[in-house]
């Protein structure tokens, strides 16, 4: 399973593009990245899932270079309300990395 | 749909007594999912079922916990005798195939004293 790591936590202001990198180096070829976010008190939810370049949704985008041992979720402009935990899982049907681990505490202020 | 149902939200028990936590997931999913979220750690998967067949329990910590899948509309998991470091929030989820969206449960929080 491919392992992946992402930092503990960061801190931003309101209105500033957030960037959050996660590393799985032994992604395999049949493997895809999918980022969720939780709130406090809430259970995880899917934000976006991508194989390869870029995908964008009206959350979130998501970066992926030519290697894919790295992924890049990119919140433009956050505001309080994007204060969350966000987690990386690295997978695909035959070997899902269903394990959340402790993801990406993500604080945003005023 | 109303999502992913969890009961109950809170229970506060006694160190050895058991307990039983439910779950409904999303009408027409074939996989749910059992997690344990921890501050020490993190979120992790206990169990998930696909089509009412437990698939992976690898993560069930011990024998103290079991789960079940009657049908597909409903599933449990119980600790018996509970302790208190199974104090945790337990969230159910589903999904449609394995590796698609997990729907997730608002979670029951459960404090064994």
């Known amino acids: 399973l491919a392992k992946t790591t992402q930092p503990i936590s960061m801190d931003s202001y309101e209105g500033q593009e957030v960037n959050i990198t996660c590393s799985h180096n032994n992604i395999a070829t049949n493997d895809y990245i999918t980022w969720y976010q939780q709130f406090p008190s809430q259970g995880p939810r899917f934000i976006i899932q991508?194989?390869?370049t870029k995908v964008t949704n009206e959350v979130a985008s998501l970066f992926i270079p030519a290697d894919r041992k790295s992924s890049t979720l990119s919140l433009p402009r956050v505001s309080l309300s994007d204060t969350a935990v966000y987690y990386c899982l690295v997978g695909d049907s035959s070997g899902y990395a269903l394990n959340f681990g402790k993801g990406t505490s993500l604080l945003v202020t005023p | 749909d109303a999502g992913v149902i969890q009961s109950p939200r809170h229970e506060v028990t006694e160190m050895g007594q058991e307990v039983t936590l439910r779950c409904k997931p999303i009408?027409?999913?074939?996989?749910l999912f059992w997690y344990r979220q921890t501050m020490m750690r993190g979120l992790e998967l206990l169990i998930y079922f696909n089509n009412n067949v437990p698939i992976d329990d690898s993560g069930m910590p011990e024998d103290r916990f079991s789960a079940k899948m009657p049908n597909a509309s409903f599933s449990t998991l119980k600790i018996q005798p509970s302790e208190p470091r199974d104090s945790a929030v337990y969230f159910c989820?589903?999904?449609?195939?394995?590796?698609?969206?997990?729907?997730f449960g608002e979670g029951s929080r459960l404090t064994v004293l």
């Open positions: 009408s027409g999913h074939d996989y």
């Open positions: 991508g194989y390869k």
């Open positions: 989820a589903s999904s449609f195939i394995r590796t698609g969206e997990l729907f």
